[in-house]
T-cell receptor, first 116, second 115 residues
Framework: NAGVTQTPKFQVLKTGQSMTLQCAQD?????MSWYRQDPGMGLRLIHY???????DQGEVPNGYNVSRSTTEDFPLRLLSAAPSQTSVYFC???????????????FGPGTRLTVL | DAKTTQPNSMESNEEEPVHLPCNHS???????IHWYRQLPSQGPEYVIH???SNVNNRMASLAIAEDRKSSTLILHRATLRDAAVYYC????????????????FGPGTSLSVIP
């Protein structure tokens, strides 16, 4: 299993440009989420999905869109990039099984985005 | 949501034990205590979790206070590869099926290991 994969690893955008960060998982996980991490801070939840066709907002959703057309993929779209969106973005997935409390989140390697 | 507090940073000498504390005074009865760590330039990875009893796995041990208001992650012999940010997180063991148990990451504890 490749686990959670993210592309690209690095990206530089100009203010106002749009782009899509890709995330895929091969573990058949229902739950997927996007986080951003700024220097010296923990991860903040942007959007999440509990299954194909179902998405919802996290703590910091403004400026981002998501969709979940398949179980495997959960792309994050930046509509009009701003310097404040310069950050490292992590995608994560986890199983929805509730057999006990064990629900480990698996994280991708991250995408480092710079908006000029 | 119940929150956790951790020291911003800690140092340890290589091959010595490390005790990383976490306070969670507002923990609820259905909250499990999870620990993740984030190595430099990588995504977070799961370390260990527990409810009431102390837990051991190949990576670490988790000691939970009797009143569950605090816990300690124990690395028995720190290595240079253990230098990372360690996050203590509370997760509801009984969220609704259609809801998402949001994982709230605080700033964590940055562990430095001195050779």
């Amino acid at each position: 299993n490749a686990g959670v994969t993210q592309t690209p690893k690095f990206q530089v955008l100009k203010t106002g440009q749009s782009m899509t960060l890709q995330c895929a998982q091969d573990m058949n996980h229902e739950y997927m989420s996007w986080y951003r991490q700024d220097p010296g801070m923990g991860l903040r939840l942007i959007h999440y999905s509990v299954g194909a066709g179902i998405t919802d907002q996290g703590e910091v959703p403004n400026g981002y869109n998501v969709s979940r057309s398949t179980t495997e993929d959960f792309p994050l779209r930046l509509l009009s990039a701003a310097p404040s969106q310069t950050s490292v973005y992590f995608c994560a997935s986890s199983s929805s099984l509730r057999q006990g409390p064990y629900n480990e989140q698996f994280f991708g390697p991250g995408t480092r985005l710079t908006v000029l | 949501d119940a929150k956790t507090t951790q020291p911003n940073s800690m140092e340890s000498n290589e091959e010595e034990p490390v005790h990383l504390p976490c306070n969670h005074s507002t923990i609820s009865g259905t909250d499990y205590i999870h620990w993740y760590r984030q190595l430099p330039s990588q995504g977070p990875e799961y370390v260990i979790h527990g409810l009431t009893s102390n837990v051991n796995n190949r990576m670490a041990s988790l000691a939970i206070a009797e009143d569950r208001k605090s816990s300690t992650l124990i690395l028995h012999r720190a290595t240079l590869r253990d230098a990372a940010v360690y996050y203590c997180i509370l997760r509801d063991a009984q969220p609704q099926k259609t809801s998402y148990d949001k994982v709230i990451f605080g700033p964590g504890t940055s562990l430095s290991v001195i050779p």
